[in-house]
């Protein structure tokens, strides 16, 4: 299986989906295995509870964009993420997870808080706040992760939210959950 080490600066990331056959990556049977709603099927009444108007504001974009796919994000040394790589695509395969991404920070002069390598685990509604924080347990219990993990939806990263823009969006952290 293809490591994160052979990212090269023209690729940045490395997909669990490219690496294994698996079908349960990624896949709908996720939805029903942990009780996760779909996000063309997300609700009003399935926003999550906000700690203010801006986060409220970024749900509620998320939900009109159908945009609840988020990550949890997982720093560490190239060795490191090598090794927690294999185990977390096993996951994935399994349908434990719903994906894992591998990336680089080459060309990401506005990511200084990361290492040179950072695993992105997904989850496919951060609405659904049981299964993310499932996940974030999965990753301390299973893997020995016990870094403070940044959450960050995808609505986030469209809105080019980062640790510079926070702040200004009235964000304590470039994140939807810290834990």
């Not at 079908?23 to 029903?32: A, H, R, S, V, W």
């Not at 685990?121 to 974030?136: C, G, H, Q």
């Amino acid at each position: 299986m293809r490591s994160p080490l052979e990212i090269t600066d023209d690729e940045y990331w490395l997909r669990s989906r490219d690496v294994s056959d698996s079908t349960l990556i990624g896949g709908d049977q996720y939805f029903e295995t942990h009780s996760v709603t779909p996000s063309g099927e997300v609700t009003a009444d399935d926003l999550p509870p906000a700690d203010n108007d801006s986060i409220r504001e970024l749900d509620r974009a998320a939900l009109d964009q159908q945009k609840t796919i988020g990550k949890w994000q997982v720093t560490g040394s190239g060795e490191y993420t090598a090794e927690l790589w294999l185990d977390l695509v096993a996951d994935a395969a399994a349908g434990t997870i719903w994906a894992v991404k591998a990336m680089t920070t080459f060309g990401y002069e506005q990511l200084p808080m990361y290492d040179e390598y950072f695993l992105t685990v997904y989850t496919p509604n951060y609405f659904e706040t049981e299964d993310v924080w499932r996940v974030r347990e999965h990753l301390r219990a299973e893997h020995g992760v016990t870094h403070e993990l940044y959450y960050k939806p995808d609505i986030y990263t469209a809105k080019g939210i980062d640790a510079d823009t926070a702040n200004e969006l009235g964000l304590a952290a470039p994140a939807r959950y810290v834990g």
